[in-house]
């Protein structure tokens, strides 16, 4: 019993992740390219609110009691991508100071070997 209740949960987690939109945009995020996306992302969350606050209005006007597990679902989905914002932008500081002190490195052994600095870039022409 134990093994058909985490093989479902498994397959929902999974499913979830691959098919979900906020779950795409999070892990395209997550991404070196994508870092840079995050503050601009956090802009998704405000149609995410609104549809929140249309289907409250819903319930509260006499809708269907259903309507609040959307409610639920779009303000988590808000808060994820209001959070991915910060978050994205601290990982790419980092991301940016390993480079720049790998980059750092690499000068500094080059120039322990003997191989000369080039100087200023030149395009040739």
Partial sequence: MF?????????????????????IVIDAIN????????????LLAF??????????????????????LLVI??????????LIGPISLLKLIAVRVREAVARRRRTRTLLADGVEPFGERMLAG
């Fill in 3 to 23: 093994e058909l209740i985490l093989a479902a949960t498994a397959r929902s987690y999974f499913f979830l992740r691959r098919f979900m939109p906020t779950a």
């Fill in 47 to 68: 149609p995410y609110a609104l549809a929140a606050i249309y289907c409250r209005a819903q319930v509260d006007d006499g809708g269907s009691g259903w309507l609040n």
């Fill in 31 to 42: 991404t070196r390219r994508g870092l840079k996306w995050g503050v601009p992302a956090m």
């Fill in 73 to 82: 679902l779009c303000l988590w989905d808000t808060l994820k991508l209001l």
